[in-house]
């Protein structure tokens, strides 16, 4: 079975500081993508940032980056100049080519200090 | 690009009331997918369609709860008759393909008193 796992229930970061958010996974399976959402307090689940497993190179989105470590099954996320408006529960989830369900972390609540 | 459409953003209905949570997927989206928030269970889904057919119904909690997409622009999340414990954000998502990125709606806030 696919697992997802965020062992950082919550986190908190200065503004402006750096922050990284910890994802791991479990499959058996070579092609699949790897996202993180972001839910503000509105409850909107924003996508952040996408991965493709086949791409060696890690994606990034402005201020967010992933460091995707494929033989280690470890996908976190970067933070940089982290901003207030970054407060927000995220969560890591992994979709495999070969199934239609995305199977969601249990999330880390995330708040921005200023 | 308009994203997922979701209506009502919010309602609050009496217990045993019928309750309709409606849906627009983005157009040329072949995949919709109905999810559920709750403090407890996190996020669980509840049904997902292809190309207007359910093919995976075995979220959904009971037989109080049911979902159509009778075209390929619009989709249903019935309950009937809803319970408090219904209460939850129910998400709408969709996708162009499988195994592909999925896109949330904003969610439909149900409260059931």
């Known amino acids: 079975a696919q697992t997802v796992t965020q062992s950082q229930p919550e986190m908190s970061v200065q503004e402006a500081e750096t922050v990284t958010l910890s994802c791991t996974y479990d499959?058996?399976?070579?092609?699949?993508?790897l996202f993180w959402y972001k839910q503000p307090p509105s409850r909107q689940m924003i996508l952040v940032i996408r991965?493709?497993?086949?791409?060696?190179q890690n994606a990034t989105e402005n201020r967010f980056s992933v460091n995707f470590q494929k033989a280690a099954k470890s996908f976190s996320l970067k933070i940089s100049d982290s901003q207030l408006g970054d407060t927000a529960m995220y969560f890591c989830?992994?979709?495999?080519?070969?199934?239609?369900?995305?199977?969601f972390g249990t999330g880390t609540r995330l708040q921005v200090f200023p | 690009d308009a994203g997922v459409i979701q209506s009502p953003r919010h309602e609050v209905t009496e217990m045993g009331q019928e309750v309709t949570l409606r849906c627009k997927p983005i157009s040329g989206h072949d995949y919709l997918f109905w999810y559920r928030q709750t403090m407890m269970r996190g996020l669980e889904l509840l049904i997902y369609f292809n190309n207007n057919v359910p093919i995976d119904d075995s979220g959904m909690p009971e037989d109080r709860f049911s979902a159509k997409m009778p075209n390929a622009s619009f989709s249903t999340l019935k309950i009937q008759p809803s319970e408090p414990r219904d209460s939850a954000v129910y998400f709408c998502?969709?996708?162009?393909?499988?195994?592909?990125?999925?896109?949330f709606g904003e969610g439909s806030w149900l409260t059931v008193v």
């Open positions: 499959t058996s399976e070579n092609n699949y993508y």
């Open positions: 989830a992994f979709i495999s080519y070969n199934t239609d369900k995305l199977i």
């Open positions: 998502a969709s996708s162009y393909d499988a195994g592909n990125t999925i896109y």
């Open positions: 991965q493709e497993a086949y791409k060696q």
